[in-house]
């Protein structure tokens, strides 16, 4: 290659770059709007709840006050609530696992109900910047808790307050009042080829 080829190449390049950097400076400077977000990150694939909790640790390094409250929860261990409880993170933990483990909808329901209520206080609470609601969808699907009371409780939270939603199979109506919509897919996963559940990696 030719030094004339490759100035002619360069400034191609140049030309091209300072053409994107153009728009993309354009749309930042239009983004003025500051407020809370509703993030959803639904789909079949893995990271739904880490990319949740990798928002929260992001919040709380930026001085945010966070919580989470897990929906689908056993009494084993979780590595991102043993970091983020240090870090002043409050949790509220649905406690029963999944609703095949218990095999006892009426429990399930209570247990959902009861974990809703303290969900609905957080949604009210102006010192929270930031709430991770962890597989909330599984309990929308099943009826668990109501749609339209889970709406109204989103729609009337402090206007700054950021809401963070995960689970497979999230509802239209949520997905279309969200500001933010991720779909995560799944290509390959280890679980299905016989490797367990590994602790730091999957939970």
């Given amino acids: 290659m030719t030094d004339e080829t490759s100035d002619t190449k360069s400034a191609q390049h ?3 770059m300072q053409g994107i950097k153009e728009k993309v ?7 003025q709007e500051e407020r809370g977000l509703i993030i959803v990150i639904t789909g079949n694939g893995k990271g739904k709840s880490t990319s949740g909790f990798g928002t929260i640790a992001r919040a709380v390094g930026h ?6 409250v897990q929906y ?4 084993w261990a979780c590595g991102e609530r043993n970091l ?3 870090a002043g993170v409050r949790f509220e933990v649905m406690g029963t696992g999944f609703t095949w483990n218990t095999q006892d909808k009426e429990q399930d329901i209570a247990a959902a109900q009861k974990v809703w209520q303290r969900s609905k206080e957080l949604l009210k609470d102006n010192s929270i910047d930031v709430i991770l609601f962890d597989e ?11 749609l339209d009371e889970v709406i109204e409780a989103l729609k009337n939270r402090p206007v700054n307050q950021h809401v963070i ?7 239209r109506s949520i997905i279309e ?12 996963h280890a679980f299905n080829d016989g490797v367990k559940a590994q602790k730091g990696i999957d939970w």
């Fill in 25 to 31: 400076d354009q749309r930042i400077e239009n983004a």
């Fill in 136 to 146: 909330l969808t599984y309990m929308l699907s099943y009826k668990y808790i109501d």
């Fill in 84 to 86: 983020l409880e240090n």
């Fill in 63 to 68: 001085g945010l006050n966070a919580a989470v």
């Fill in 72 to 75: 689908i929860k056993g009494t």
């Fill in 177 to 188: 009042l969200a500001d933010t919509v991720s779909e995560v897919q799944s290509i390959k």
């Fill in 165 to 171: 939603i995960t689970g497979r199979g999230c509802h």
């Fill in 14 to 16: 140049k030309k091209r």
